[in-house]
């Protein structure tokens, strides 16, 4: 079961509620690895805050925060921007996406707004960025 929960992929995604409910049942006995290291990464496209994963695991926002910092050096927030950007990186370089297709895709209702975090993370635009991973 376990495996079938965690096999979904950003093209075949299974409903959240399927995660919530799985993630109620084990949230306590496992704590917040599962939402790192399977729901967040693979969920990075949808706008799933602190807030909703301290909910599904029963857990408040204040300890959750915490012990993700923990568990991987980074808050949160910029663990998501992270895994965000590092699969924009991989689109720029691999696909024929436009910008505004890949900043839907990595979980941007507003394309500026993907650029601006794209640029301020990496110190390329996207289209930069691009150029440079393209060259001769």
């Not at 376990?2 to 093209?11: A, D, E, G, R």
């Not at 690895?33 to 602190?50: M, Y």
């Not at 949160?76 to 590092?86: A, Q, Y």
Request: contains cysteine; charged residues 25%; hydrophobic residues 30%.
């Amino acid at each position: 079961v376990y495996h079938m929960l965690w096999t979904s992929t950003p093209s075949n995604p299974k409903p959240l509620s399927v995660w919530t409910n799985f993630l109620q049942e084990i949230g306590s006995s496992f704590g917040i690895r599962p939402i790192k290291k399977h729901f967040l990464e693979r969920n990075f496209q949808k706008s799933v805050s602190l807030q909703d994963a301290a909910k599904i695991t029963s857990l408040s926002p204040k300890y959750l925060s915490r012990k993700f910092k923990e568990d991987t050096l980074q808050g949160f927030t910029k663990f998501r921007t992270s895994l965000r950007m590092k699969h924009a990186k991989e689109m720029l370089e691999n696909t024929a996406c436009t910008i505004d297709e890949i900043a839907d895709k990595v979980g941007y209702l507003n394309p500026e707004s993907f650029m601006k975090t794209f640029k301020k993370e990496n110190r390329l635009t996207p289209t930069e960025y691009r150029r440079r991973t393209h060259a001769p």
